[in-house]
């Protein structure tokens, strides 16, 4: 069965600590994205990656770092140095074709709380 | 600077009547659509597209309809049904521009019994 999976559902860290979210596709994508969603607000890029070892920084990306070592994997570590981090973390992937037009399908999510 | 948006934070409708959720553009360069629907706590799943060369794509009881001129464009659920209470995102992207999406805000449609 092809899709995008997301671990854990939920996440709980202490202020000041790394953690890091995982995000993993069997659906031969080459595009793999994150984004966070804030209650009233729409899905902001954070990072997004078009090619294994290879990924550009989104909209928001201060505070997070990724890694694109394998094609199905593109896992998320927020950092101490994000000032907000309690949010919910999508992660969504993609069919890179220049001349097409793809659709992003999503995971389920990781909602993360920040104690 | 919102160059997608979704006026209305929410919108209420009976069970069986049309909803109509609205969504406006500011960059006259996006020429890819897309409709997401989504459950709490749950990703988005894909509803619908239209590209800019088109002015309406249907898809069952899903309508989209395109105003290049106006930058705005629409989904229209008929008839409504309970299931479809969701928050409904529009998104739109620069074709050959390395399929990113910029989202709105999202539209929390509730279908009344």
């Known amino acids: 069965d092809g899709g995008i999976t997301q671990s854990p559902k939920y996440l709980f860290r202490k202020e000041g600590q790394n953690v890091t979210l995982s995000c993993e596709q069997n659906l031969n994508h080459d595009a793999m994205y994150w984004y966070r969603q804030d209650p009233g607000q729409g899905l902001r890029l954070i990072y997004y990656s078009q090619i294994v070892n290879d990924f550009q920084k989104g909209d928001i990306a201060e505070g997070y770092s990724v890694s694109r070592e394998k094609k199905e994997s593109f896992p998320l570590t927020v950092t101490s140095a994000q000032k907000n981090p309690t949010a919910f973390y999508l992660c969504?992937?993609?069919?890179?074709?220049?001349?097409?037009?793809?659709?992003?399908?999503f995971g389920p999510g990781t909602r993360l709380t920040v104690l | 600077d919102q160059q997608v948006k979704q006026n209305s934070p929410s919108l209420s409708v009976q069970e069986g009547r049309i909803s109509i959720l609205n969504c406006d553009y500011t960059n006259s360069m996006f020429d890819y659509f897309l409709w997401y629907k989504k459950y709490p706590a749950e990703g988005p799943t894909f509803l619908i597209s239209i590209s800019s060369i088109k002015d309406k794509n249907e898809d069952g009881r899903f309508t989209v309809f395109l105003n290049k001129s106006a930058k705005h464009l629409s989904l229209h659920i008929v008839p409504s049904q309970p299931g479809d209470s969701a928050v409904y995102f529009c998104?739109?992207?620069?074709?050959?521009?390395?399929?990113?999406?910029?989202f709105g805000p999202g539209t929390r449609l509730s279908v009344l019994p």
């Open positions: 998104a739109a992207s620069v074709r050959n521009y390395g399929q990113n999406f910029v």
């Open positions: 969504a992937s993609s069919i890179t074709a220049a001349s097409s037009y793809n659709e992003q399908f």
